[in-house]
């Protein structure tokens, strides 16, 4: 696989998996009325295609990044796709400190990769 290829490709897996996730923890919160068995079992099935896509994605972006990257990585991703879907989905504002601590954790990532030493593979 091309380096630029090697290093998109994982980021872009981590996208779709969130995308997932997000909508298997979260997306049922607008289907109270349903029985708690039937959202736990339509996550499941929800979570199943975020694992398919997250698993490789952390697999072949180890090739390129150090796990503690991924994870950073992983999170950014996370905090950004929740904040989308927390407007668009829920109808929910993110509030000034809430966006502060989101804020910190991206700074978290931002020192992760730039404290990291390259990756040894």
Same mark, same amino acid.
């Given at each position: 696989?091309? &380096?630029?290829?090697?290093?998109?490709?994982?980021?872009?897996?981590?996208?779709?998996?969130?995308?997932?996730?997000?909508?298997?923890?979260?997306?049922?919160?607008?289907?109270?009325?349903?029985?708690?068995?039937?959202?736990?079992?339509?996550?499941?099935? &929800?979570?199943?295609?975020?694992?398919?896509?997250?698993?490789?994605?952390?697999?072949?972006?180890?090739?390129?990044?150090?796990?503690?990257?991924l994870?950073? &990585?992983?999170?950014?991703?996370t905090?950004?796709?929740?904040?989308?879907f927390?407007?668009?989905?829920?109808?929910?504002?993110?509030?000034?400190?809430?966006?502060?601590?989101?804020?910190? &954790?991206?700074?978290?990532?931002?020192?992760?990769?730039?404290?990291?030493?390259?990756?040894?593979?």
């Open positions: 696989m091309p &380096i630029p290829f090697a290093r998109l490709l994982p980021i872009l897996m981590l996208i779709a998996s969130n995308l997932f996730m997000t909508l298997a923890w979260y997306g049922h919160l607008k289907f109270k009325d349903k029985p708690l068995w039937v959202v736990i079992l339509v996550s499941w099935a &929800i979570a199943f295609c975020e694992y398919c896509l997250a698993v490789p994605a952390n697999r072949w972006g180890s090739a390129v990044y150090t796990a503690a990257e994870k950073a &990585i992983q999170e950014v991703i905090l950004s796709v929740f904040v989308v927390s407007f668009v989905y829920l109808g929910q504002k993110i509030t000034l400190a809430q966006g502060a601590g989101f804020a910190l &954790i991206g700074a978290g990532a931002f020192l992760i990769f730039h404290g990291t030493p390259a990756h040894p593979g």
